[in-house]
C-alpha cells in the first residue's frame, strides 16, 4: 500500500477520504478475525469503557468518509488502542505509515481472497507475525496447485 | 458466544464408544455437506502444527508430515474440531453474523495462539478426547487414514 510522504498536502476532503479508508482496512481485518460484522453498539461498548463517547453519526462520518472531519485525536487514540488494537498514530496521524502487522493481515486477506478461501483457521504454537501469515499463504497456494 | 460443553458435543458427534477418524469425518461431511480432504503437505511449517481451509465448494484440512501418529492426530482433530463447532452455528442473534456472510469477499480467518482464546482451548479439548477415543478404537480394521 502506498504511504503518503509528508511533503504531500491532503485537502479536507482527502484527508476524510483517508481516515475512511484507514477505518475500511481495520474493520476488514477485525470482522475476519471475529468472523462477525462490527457494530456500532460493539465500539461504542468499547469507547464507553474507556471514557469516551461517540455517536452513531460520527461513526458513520468515520467510516464512510463523509460530514465533517473527525479530528478528536483521544477519540481516534482510543478507537485505534481498543477497537482494534493497532498503534494510535495509524488514525491520529493521516501522514503516517501503515504499520507493519495492519501492512502483513492486508495482504494476507487479499491472498487468501484471490485463492477464494472463505474460511480458515491455523493451529499455531507462536505468535501470529507477518512471516507466518506468509506461511500460511505458502502452505495453501502449493496445496491448491496440488489439485490442479 | 456460549461454547457448550465438549464431552456432550463429542457424544452427539459419535456417540460414547469409540471412534475412528474415518468415521468422525464421514459424520462431518454429512453435517457440513461438502467433502472434507485430510492432506498431509510437505514443506516449511514454521510454528503452524495443522491449517483448516474452507472453500465454496470443500474444505481441505492440510497438515505436515510427523514422526509422531499421535501427534498428527491431535492436530487433525483439532482442525476438524474448528469445522464440528461451526456446523453448530453458535453465535448469538445480536450478532450479525449473517450479514457478515452477506458481505461480500468475507472471509473468516482465525490464527490464534492455542492457549490464548476460548474456541482455540474448546477445539483443543475436544482433540484430545477425540484422540483418545480413536486409540481406543478396538477395531481389527485399521483405519485408512492412520494406514
Known amino acids: ?148 | 458466544m456460549v461454547l457448550p460443553s465438549v464431552e456432550e458435543k463429542v457424544r452427539e458427534l459419535c456417540g460414547v464408544g469409540t471412534t475412528s477418524m474415518t468415521e468422525v469425518v464421514e459424520h462431518l461431511v454429512a453435517i457440513c455437506q461438502k467433502p472434507i480432504n485430510l492432506v498431509e503437505h510437505d514443506g516449511e511449517w514454521g510454528s503452524l502444527t495443522a491449517l483448516k481451509v474452507e472453500f465454496e465448494d470443500r474444505i481441505n484440512v492440510l497438515f505436515p508430515p510427523q514422526n509422531s501418529l499421535h501427534y498428527k492426530l491431535h492436530c487433525i482433530y483439532h482442525e476438524l474440531g474448528h469445522i464440528y463447532l461451526e456446523s453448530l452455528d453458535l453465535a448469538s442473534p445480536e450478532i450479525s453474523q449473517s450479514l457478515l456472510k452477506e458481505t461480500q469477499n468475507a472471509i473468516s480467518v482465525s490464527c490464534r495462539h492455542i492457549e490464548d482464546d476460548p474456541v482455540e482451548r474448546w477445539v483443543e479439548a475436544f482433540a484430545f478426547m477425540m484422540s483418545k477415543k480413536t486409540r481406543a478404537h478396538s477395531s481389527s480394521v485399521l483405519d485408512p487414514f492412520l494406514c
Open chain 1, 1 to 148: 500500500m502506498a504511504n503518503a510522504g509528508r511533503s504531500v498536502f491532503l485537502t479536507q476532503q482527502e484527508k476524510k477520504e483517508r481516515l475512511a479508508d484507514r477505518m475500511g482496512i481495520l474493520v476488514d481485518i477485525w470482522e475476519s478475525d471475529n468472523n462477525t460484522a462490527l457494530t456500532f453498539p460493539h465500539v461504542e461498548e468499547a469507547l464507553s469503557s474507556n471514557g469516551i463517547q461517540l455517536s452513531r453519526t460520527r461513526w458513520s462520518y468515520l467510516i464512510h468518509g463523509t460530514g465533517s472531519l473527525v479530528t478528536d485525536q483521544e477519540l481516534l487514540k482510543t478507537i485505534a488502542e481498543s477497537v482494534f488494537g493497532v498503534p494510535p498514530t495509524y488514525l491520529t496521524d493521516l501522514y503516517s505509515e501503515t504499520p507493519p502487522d495492519v501492512e502483513a493481515r492486508m495482504e494476507f486477506l487479499d491472498q487468501m481472497r484471490k485463492l477464494k478461501v472463505k474460511n480458515f483457521a491455523a493451529r499455531n504454537l507462536g505468535a501470529t507475525s507477518p512471516e507466518i501469515l506468509k506461511t500460511i499463504t505458502k502452505i495453501i497456494d502449493e496445496s491448491m496447485n496440488g489439485e490442479k
